[in-house]
């Protein structure tokens, strides 16, 4: 029999090609040694030899003593790491298995519970505010398994055929699978709580354990014999478009996953929630029945893991097999699909119905079609049980006293499943040596982190095989071959050559390579780009593309379209409007149908997949390339270093020097660190920092610059640090600093107002309206950013109202509505009369006349308005409070090192301080002239936010006709920059494949047109919310209205809301790709140069660039 170490890794397979991997070499099982599947026996006096597992519960149980488990096990792991990861010893590996992780403990994060205080500060001392969160964030998910029902499903895999191999644990908590693994097992486990994936590793080093999300998890298809576990269960979606399109639940999607990662003929063995059999959506299922078998489940019964999990829920052990290659889709061994109503009187134990309400009388469970048919798998009698908020869920009450006699229960039901699969030949076929070849350093024993793995190549990656002599994609975890037309293969090699060469050059400056080796990789890039032009002409070369003119039918369509869309929102109730449709519009859409399309650019020569390469914008910015003449010259990279490493400065010879110099490495103030540069003490830094930095409103212990302290709203900052220094003298200076900066009070002369003024209260205008026009009951709102001034029809037949302030076609009251909402005063004569006469439909001299009282009333409510001292006090101090409480701040960005920047380029002073401000602040106007340097300020800040850890991706929003030009350009400022290029005109299909590659690779900033950016749908729940939101809005608006105006326009938006919202509830999902929440994007630079007005806005002056709404 071998020893354990020698079987770690069972074999050594042949090197794939697969970018980023290194091969390690790896011990070999002798062929005449087959292994043994007992569990290990290995002796516990060595450390480096993997914990022995019994199948006795260890978690203590009660909620204060798994906590000070917990807290022991991180103390021992710390020590772990503090002696540079030395393994355990047997005493500390006996501490490090009593971890229960934080599923079972949700009161020790609950603030309001003063119970757990000492635990909850000394677990937040220990993790530090990061690790703390992710901690927290556990309490979701993280529950684990008894070791006996983890023996059993073990058991069963071994009894339908396990003799060697690969296999994955997804979610593998502190490893109780791993522990219960046959010898021969080579186990791969994977958990996103770093603290809980460093403890398994801890206990079995000879596992590989991965610190990742399941979802970034990146190895080849196929490369398990089986996967075993319990999956995290949960009403929510994680982000993977390789493995999740269909945006199923967190345990549907490490299904469907696992199953994709298993060999055909490989077993996927899990503990999942119910409702992944159960729920009335079938579609996760549907997606794991085009992939795999079911060969049985075992539901357990609720109290199944309340002792070791501390939590009741109903679970199911599935057992599934990964259908064979040549398998018939619809060769199935067992119904298990669809789902049927059980009604609540069905179920066989009822609790009182009284606490569920009448309401629920009625209602029923989903229940399996597997289950219905194989009732004998239900380990126990279904209940009605109640849950969360006093809904009913579905229970199922055990018979099973103990956890032996339940474990015992559960292996006799899988040995039958797994013995009426052998009878139909479903067994475990899947062996180490069926498994495709994979480099075997990609599972190498030990724990890696995220920092640790080496990224795999970005989707849609092209490649060039040799041995089959075609262009291959990656898919995100397989190479497969892209579909390439014979007349563009040569090229599309010559141009992933030009790829990688450049990528080549690149990495051998950051890396700072020997001149030589430069010279030479430069050298072989001038070659490949001279051969490449001579033979094919510019890298960026395209053809014009005219479209040709819209054919009547084609006008019609849209005409028909246009018309549609107009009725539907003049509509009301959903109904849509069936009156006349003005001639104007039709004549309007008519000659809009009539436009040609514009012309568009054409690159054949990409069609061989490069336009879908994520690294096309590399190639794109080897070329200077002159759109107008067609011509390239060759860009700095093939003459000269364009990216060199800029020094980070070890000294400063001034406190503001060095102050600088902390923010552009640190975003922040770090004492420590400002006092090493100037070669001083902390306590001469900070004093040196006094009028340079001042304590955070937040947080004393924080400073902030004083360019962020002393701007914004100074008002508001004075008054929270007066309030501040009362407690704490250390804000004495900051009150002092901003009593200097808040701008003086403007006075009532210095104010010029006019009706509508947002400042200015409603009861203000209705007054005036009252007082000026002899009006006795005027009544005025402001709601929802529009203006209504109502008072009864005969009030305004007066002379005041329709000659003094009015005309005979607007009297005063509509005229100061008017004002009001900034509309346009416009007389119009009566249709029959223009038909008439013929004359203009605008009566000029009634139009100049209404102009002029509207003139006379603005002069007079700019006299009234202040005319009152105790109005003018109140306004001014509004006004004050308002608008003049604003100071802009000053950021200078002399000191940013910006690395990465290419030092061909020198930005301008005011392009630096654009980037410092970007940095300091969430929200920046970049008002550049034309020609300014935009697009650098807006690469540069990408690249700084991205450095800084600031934002994850940043995504560059820009014109259409730009989209290319700006993509070189970020590529040629930015060499080394992980750049994803999106194009105009991208179809359905390329959108999907975009958004795709944006959330599954690192990428330092995203490019995209603005007409793909507004193609991006969000989720229909963010729709939902969005729309409820505004019903909420509205609701306030409704209670405040005064005017029947006010009323009508705010039910008549509520109805159109409320439509819209029922739309959205009835609205069937479709897999329709990844939306915005899922794409990795949380940064956007939207360039708003050719962007209309804002079409959501209910406001008529609103002037803010269009944003696509939600």
Known sequence: MP???????TRTDASTDIPGWQQAPTAQLAPSQPPALEIRSAPVEDPAQPFVLSTEIRVPSGTKARIHANLAAIDVLERLNREDRRPATTAEKEVLATWSGWGACAELFDRRNDTYATEREQLRQTLGPDAYRAAEASILNAHYTDPLIAAAMWDALRQAGMHDGRVLEPGCGAGTFIGLAPKAAVMVGVDNDTVTAAIAAALYPHAQIRAEGFETTRVPAESFVATIGNVPFGNFTLVDPAHNPGRFSIHNHFINKAISLTAPGGYVTVLTSRYTLDSLDSRARRSMAAKADLIGAVRLPSSAFKRVAGTEVVTDILVLRRKDTDQAAEDDLTRWIDTEDIPFEDIDHLVDRSVFGAEKADDAFHINEYFLNHPDHVLGAYALGKGIHGSPTLKVVGEQPTREALAQQVRQRLSDIVEYALTHDKGLTATADSLIEVDDSVFDAGLFTAAERVDQPPMDTLRYHPPTDSIQRWSGHSWEEQRTPKSRLRETRSLIELRDAATAVIASQRDDQPLAVREQLRAHLNKLYDGYVAKHGPINRFKWIYPAPPTQEAHDRKVAKAEESWRKTRGADGVPYRGPVPEHLIEEWSQKAWEPASPYKRRPHLDGGMKYDPRWA???????????????LKAPIFSVDVLNVRAVPQTAATIEDALAISIDQ????????????LGTDQAVAAEQLRGLAYPS????????????????NVRQKLAAATAAAQRDPAYQDYVTALREVVPRDKEASQIKTRPGAPWIDAKYVAQFARETFGAHTVV??????????ECARYQRESVLMTETWGTAHKDAIELLDALCNSKAITVHRPAEEVAETGRPSIDFEATFAAQAKAAKITDEFQKWIFDDEQRREELVAEFNKRFNSLVAPKHRGDKLTLPGLSDRFEPHYYQRDAVARIIAEPTVLLDHTVGAGKTGSMLMGAMELKRLGLCKQPWIVVPNHIVEQVGREAAQWYPAARILLGTAGTDPD???RFVAQSATTDWDMVIMPQSLFTAIGVSEDTQVDYVQRQLDELENHAERAETSVSKKRVEQQKKRLATRLSDLSKQ???????????????????????????????????????????
């Open 3 to 9: 020893t354990t170490a020698a079987v770690a890794a």
């Open 618 to 632: 590399n190639v794109a910015a080897l070329e200077i390339f002159d759109e107008q003449a067609g011509q390239a």
């Open 666 to 677: 640190h975003q922040r103030i770090d004492i420590a660190y400002i006092a090493n540069l």
């Open 697 to 712: 409103l937040n947080d004393p212990d924080k400073l902030v610059p004083a360019a962020t302290a002393l701007s914004g």
């Open 780 to 789: 005025a709102d402001h709601i929802g950013g529009t203006w209504s001034v």
């Open 990 to 992: 390329g959108r999907r």
């Open 1068 to 1110: 069937e999902r479709k897999d329709t790709g990844l939306k915005f929440e899922e794409t990795g994007g949380d940064y956007l630079f939207i360039d708003l140069t050719d962007l209309p007005y804002c079409r959501s806005c209910r406001s008529s002056k609103c002037v803010v660039g269009k944003v696509p709404s939600a």
